[in-house]
């Protein structure tokens, strides 16, 4: 899990919805976000669920780090797969990587 502030931070970026704005409509205040966001810190229970709900989560939804699941869930089946098939896998994640990289061009 990631701190409130940190979470509060990245879903206002990717919505594009500015802190002050989520504040009022959730009904808190906007120096206590601001500040949970500038320090990463957290929030109490009752903002938390109330910002939760204005992005349509749980709370537990609203703190989840799916980066660092997925990677834990990527790394696991990495580990089921014959040598060859890694090597496989490898070359076309490389193959991948490359092509996304405007350095590589």
Do not use: C, W
Request: hydrophobic letters at 35%; a negative charge; charged letters at 30%.
């Amino acid at each position: 899990m990631k701190p409130f502030g940190q979470a509060l931070d990245e879903a206002s970026t990717r919505t594009g919805i500015p802190v002050k704005q989520v504040a009022e409509s959730a009904g808190v205040s906007y120096e206590q976000l601001k500040k949970a966001v500038q320090r990463h810190g957290s929030t109490n229970v009752e903002d938390a669920i109330r910002v939760a709900r204005f992005f349509g989560l749980s709370v537990e939804e609203f703190l989840e780090d799916r980066e660092a699941a997925d990677l834990h869930e990527i790394a696991a089946l990495y580990m089921q797969l014959s040598p060859d098939e890694r090597r496989s896998l490898l070359g076309y994640a490389r193959g991948r990587a490359d092509a996304t990289d405007p350095s590589s061009r």
